[in-house]
Nanobody, 128 residues
Framework: VQLVEAGGGLVQPGGSLRLSCAAS????????TGWFRQAPGKEREFVAA????????SHADSVKGRFTISRDNAKNTVNLQMNSLKPEDTAVYYC??????????????????????WGQGTQVTVSS
């Protein structure tokens, strides 16, 4: 069982990045998924979440209108499109999966304690 993030890197302020998260060893169809981030010296914080059906999403106020979470269950992946990046977006970004088979298709998980599996993280640095 593994989640692997990709797509991080160095980008200038105002630029864009697209993070992807691929699941192996299990199917994401039964899982609500989300993205979190952790900057040096800070706690891990919620960025965005999407229900297992993709019917509902939630984004933190700090990224609303700039970031968009999506998923492709056929490819067993979750993505995070990040536009208009700011220096304060610099952090390690983690994807996570929350088992939601018995929950409604609209179930969202926004807290770290709700998640069962985590990726290893990918670094995003926004700097000129």
């Amino acid at each position: 069982v593994q989640l692997v993030e990709a797509g991080g890197g160095l980008v200038q302020p105002g630029g864009s990045l697209r993070l992807s998260c691929a699941a192996s060893g299990f199917t994401l169809d039964y899982y609500a998924t989300g993205w979190f981030r952790q900057a040096p010296g800070k706690e891990r914080e919620f960025v965005a979440a999407i229900s297992r059906t993709g019917s509902t999403t939630s984004h933190a106020d700090s990224v609303k209108g700039r970031f968009t979470i999506s998923r492709d269950n056929a490819k067993n992946t979750v993505n995070l499109q990040m536009n208009s990046l700011k220096p304060e977006d610099t952090a390690v970004y983690y994807c996570a999966a929350s088992y939601a088979y018995y929950s409604g298709g609209d179930y969202l998980a926004t807290q770290t304690k709700e998640y069962n599996y985590w990726g290893q993280g990918t670094q995003v640095t926004v700097s000129s």
